[in-house]
């Protein structure tokens, strides 16, 4: 993947702005959240839901750090799952980034609101006590 730096869409900036101040994450932290959250999702983004540019850009190693392996193998998996071609990795990469920050920003309201993202048998901490 020769994604160098994410451009977000000018409403998944918006709300990347938003949760930040809701939250103190930062951008990249909350885009990561957002781009599990739409691999998640059975639907296939349409890349072109996510043209033009706002002002959030983050530059790759900022955007995933230490774990870029893990995030090029997770859309790669998924674009195999999408019977797409490997030229569209870059392009589906971006989509998922972008439609993330959009349904993570239906869920967070709050910090607190993470945990609405987790599955519901870990909410209440036993799960994670248990491990």
Same mark, same amino acid.
């Given at each position: 993947?020769?994604?160098?730096?994410?451009?977000?869409?000018?409403?998944?900036?918006?709300? /990347?702005?938003?949760?930040?101040?809701?939250?103190?994450?930062?951008?990249?932290?909350?885009?990561?959240?957002?781009?599990?959250?739409?691999?998640?999702?059975?639907?296939?983004?349409?890349?072109?839901?996510? @043209?033009?540019?706002?002002?959030?850009?983050?530059?790759?190693?900022?955007?995933?750090?230490?774990? @870029?392996? +893990?995030?090029?193998?997770?859309?790669?998996?998924?674009?195999?799952?999408?019977?797409?071609?490997?030229?569209?990795?870059?392009?589906?990469?971006?989509?998922?980034?972008?439609?993330?920050?959009?349904?993570?920003?239906?869920? /967070?309201?709050?910090? @607190?609101?993470? +945990?609405?993202?987790?599955?519901?048998?870990?909410?209440?901490?036993?799960?994670?006590?248990?491990?």
């Amino acid at each position: 993947m020769q994604l160098s730096e994410m451009h977000f869409s000018e409403e998944a900036s918006r709300k /990347l702005s938003q949760m930040k101040g809701r939250t103190g994450l930062t951008p990249n932290i909350l885009a990561r959240i957002g781009f599990c959250l739409s691999l998640e999702n059975p639907g296939l983004p349409d890349p072109s839901d996510y @043209d033009g540019t706002g002002y959030v850009n983050i530059k790759r190693h900022v955007l995933t750090g230490y774990y @870029d392996p +893990l995030f090029v193998a997770l859309i790669k998996e998924r674009c195999h799952q999408d019977n797409l071609p490997e030229t569209e990795i870059g392009t589906q990469f971006k989509a998922h980034m972008n439609r993330g920050v959009l349904l993570l920003h239906k869920k /967070l309201k709050s910090l @607190d609101g993470l +945990l609405l993202t987790l599955p519901p048998e870990m909410r209440n901490g036993k799960a994670l006590a248990d491990e």
